[in-house]
């Protein structure tokens, strides 16, 4: 009898090839990945008149030296959105050390959710925050305002 068990139990883990064990680790790692940065994502929309611009921003994590954040922008109406005169942006109060435009393939784009063509893509800098919560304050330039809310730590855990 003991000997039947034993036949049975190399038969199952001889069937669960490492291939197939593989792949199943990396689609969970991914998810994973997605999920945690799906939860450190925040939208808005911002609104004169008859032209709005969509706003998602994702927390992608801090250094010693700076917050570091991936901002898309859609706007319904002007497509010349630009950083620092049509639009201004603040952690915490803190302005940004730099805005860099992402092309459409660029490989952070993968890391992160709402990854659309007709978007524009800007990886932003700010000056560090001892903090566990951000608020991100983006401004337009007719002084109308939205305010995003940022936990560094996980609000809760999936």
């Known amino acids: 009898m003991r000997f039947v068990y034993m036949i049975l139990l190399s038969i ?11 792949k199943l680790w990396q689609t969970h790692k991914q998810e994973s990945n997605y999920r945690a940065k799906l939860l450190k994502t925040q939208k808005a929309i911002l609104q004169i008149n008859d032209i709005k611009t969509y706003i998602i921003a994702t927390y992608i994590g801090s250094s ?26 603040s ?9 860099k435009k992402l092309t459409n393939d660029d490989k952070l784009l993968k890391e992160i959710s709402f990854k659309t063509e007709w978007r524009k893509y800007y990886l932003v800098d700010f000056p560090f925050v001892d903090k566990d919560k951000l608020y991100m304050i983006f401004t337009d330039k007719k002084g109308s305002e939205v305010k995003l809310y940022f936990a560094k730590k996980a609000k809760y855990t999936l």
């Open 12 to 22: 199952i883990l001889v069937g669960c090839s490492s291939d197939s064990v593989d």
């Open 64 to 89: 010693k030296n700076h917050e570091r954040f991936i901002i898309s922008l859609y706007t319904n109406g002007d497509t010349s959105i630009r950083f620092g005169k049509d639009y201004h942006i």
């Open 91 to 99: 952690v915490s109060s803190k302005k940004p050390i730099s805005i």
